[in-house]
């Protein structure tokens, strides 16, 4: 078991591996939280691929390499997601989804509600001004 050099030359190596016979390979991910080593190990029971690293750069690599090898696993093709047609009547590339937030719901400003659930209902303005809440003074 060999580790490979470079980073461009593992991530091909491993692409061949697995589009070579994806029925046999197998990828492991381990981390040493002591030592903060990332080994990545990617075998098919003849060729051993190992990538060893300390640099956290390379966790935004690693991260896309996993994505390509899981959607490939899973077998799905990774797809643009339209909304519905606009009065113009031509369909607009809507928000993509994260993998924090399966649902597509917006990162800022609270959630949209989701279908068959009512809208939120306003509130009527009260004279608080600011809905700031005082201090309770007493024992803690």
Known sequence: MVYVPTWTKFESA???????????????VKFVPKTGQLVLKVTDDTTCLMYKTHS???LNRFESLNLRLLSQMANVKRRAVLSPPTQSGQATPATPMTEDDPMGSPKKGGSSPRKGSPAPQ??????GGGGKKKKKKGKR
């Open 14 to 28: 491993v692409i061949d591996l697995y589009n070579k016979s994806p029925r046999k390979a197998r990828y492991v």
């Open 56 to 58: 956290a750069i390379i």
């Open 122 to 127: 306003a509130q009527p303005a009260t004279g």
